[in-house]
């Protein structure tokens, strides 16, 4: 079946070229006779109605030329979330023990990761690729390779079976990973597993951090308004082997704790009798970033320790950095969603701090009028909480980011993904709602999008990555609250 579709796929380029190219000149045609037209008119002095005539025919062809090029919408079929299989599972107490009969940590060290595990907000059922089992843990090209083909190859199976896509019907892929970037790329990984054809537009977005799933659906969505009727999968995790520290630097050490195995596989399409069975429809998205701010740019980078050793620093100010580039994110979305009642208010605000009284606080638009659920960044107790008090969010709105984080850990960019599974196992999500994802990265950027549900979405409680746990979720301590049930 494969084999048939890549020796059509030449016949199919050059009847897709003959076919535009054909267009275009009806199109133009339809312009030299009209304009014809008129000037016989002028030229032959006719009455005013034969010049109204031709008028109307250039402003009808003006409104179905717009209408015809209008980009579909895009809609969200259905995403998989990976679950790792049971023996990548590692308990804290498991971690802890590994850590101290690694020879480069001292004692000191060893305090500081179990400080850091206690706090994270994690529970005892995530998960680490076999390489970082090893002591010490091992780095290597052949690892970091055998760790992609473990997550990506069940999770987009996964997607195939659930949407009854084959690998020929893909038309763009969009692998995301930030730190492990082989030649060949990832993307061309998955081609070849899957013989897919021949004319894919295939993209490997890295150094993108855990804003890349959001940022490669906003991809997605402009590659699409130029390739009608065409098929999107985006496949999205991080790749840890690669990413391990193995050194003493403390502000270095925090990845090595935080982050865990994950990966999430999503369909989206411009194809318009996919409205019929799809989950959502995008409605928005938003890109911005903060890299011309030092601060920013080197909140989260990658460099090299006094001993020579690479890993990922976080620095102090990580958090009023997030804030920072999180507030020019809500401020534009704002503008699109919100109604004018809360952006008077807002603005209002600001008018007063500024030229009246500069103790006035800035009011905080209440999105929650326009939007029902939110997939914030899992990237700690810390960062969720003040990404929740920045949007006036309650504890059942952080609810699946701390649930996540409990039960997976931070999972970089696909995190979103399994915050969405998650309220809809819970069936939170029902016909007309809004789901806002806001996925943060270093650089730093801020990337939202904004999803309107389109059919009931039920019976997901016992299928997919929440199966066997969502009964026993939420879970109280995790956000440090009485309750977020």
């Known amino acids: 079946m494969a084999i048939n579709s890549k020796t059509q796929t030449p016949h199919k380029l050059l009847f897709a070229q003959m076919s535009s190219f054909f267009t275009e000149l009806i199109k133009f045609t339809i312009l030299l006779v009209l304009f014809s037209l008129q000037a016989l008119f002028i030229m032959q002095k006719r009455e005013p109605i034969y010049h109204f005539f031709t008028i109307s025919c250039f402003f009808l062809l003006a ?6 090029s209008r980009p579909d919408s895009v809609y969200l079929v259905d995403f998989s979330c990976l679950k790792p299989p049971n023996f990548c599972r590692v308990p804290l107490s498991t971690y802890l023990e590994h850590a101290q009969m690694l020879d480069f940590l001292d004692k000191e060290s060893v305090t500081f990761i179990a400080k850091v595990l206690t706090n994270s907000g994690q529970g005892e059922q995530t998960y680490l690729p076999p390489a970082i089992y090893y002591i010490p843990p091992k780095s290597s090209h052949i ?27 893909i038309d763009i892929l969009i692998v995301n990973c930030s730190g492990f970037c082989p030649t060949p790329s990832l993307s061309s990984i998955i081609i070849n597993k899957y013989s897919m054809r021949e004319d894919i537009k295939s993209f490997t977005i890295s150094g993108m951090g855990c804003s890349a799933s959001a940022l490669a659906i906003d991809m997605a969505e402009n590659i699409l308004k130029t390739h009608k009727n065409s098929n999107a999968v985006i496949l999205s995790t991080e790749i840890l082997s690669t990413g391990w520290y193995p050194g003493k630097e403390q502000s270095m050490m925090v990845i090595n704790c935080l982050f865990r195995m994950g990966a999430a596989a999503i369909l989206i399409t411009n194809k318009k009798e996919a409205k019929k069975t799809s989950k959502y429809k995008l409605l928005y998205t938003l890109r911005t970033q903060r890299a011309f701010d030092d601060k920013g740019y080197y909140s989260a980078i990658r460099e090299e320790d006094s ?51 500069k103790s006035t606080e800035i009011y905080v638009p209440n999105f929650k009028t326009v939007v029902q659920h939110f997939c914030l960044p899992a990237s700690g107790k810390p960062v969720i909480r003040e990404i929740g008090k920045g949007l006036k969010l309650g504890e059942w709105d952080l609810e699946p980011a701390f649930m996540t984080l409990h039960r997976f850990g931070n999972q970089s960019s696909s995190s979103l993904w399994y915050e969405l599974a998650y309220m809809e196992a819970k069936e939170r999500v029902k016909k007309g709602d809004r789901v806002w994802q806001l996925g943060m990265g270093s650089g730093p950027k801020c990337n939202s999008l904004v999803w309107e549900c389109i059919r009931p979405i039920f019976r997901e409680a016992h299928k997919g990555v929440w199966a066997d746990s969502i009964d026993s979720y939420p879970v109280v301590s995790v956000g440090d609250k009485r309750s977020l049930s």
């Open 307 to 357: 001993e020579g050793l690479t890993g990922v620093t976080l620095r102090r100010d990580l958090l009023q950095v997030a804030g920072e580039t999180l507030r020019s994110n809500i401020f534009i979305l704002g503008s699109k969603l919100l109604p004018y009642t809360e952006i008077i208010l807002y603005a209002n605000s600001i008018f007063r701090k500024k030229y009246l009284n």
């Open 63 to 68: 409104i179905t030329k717009y209408f015809i």
């Open 143 to 169: 690892e970091a390779t055998k760790e992609a083909h473990l997550v990506f190859f069940p999770v987009l199976e996964d997607l195939m079976s659930k949407t009854k896509i084959t690998p020929s019907e």
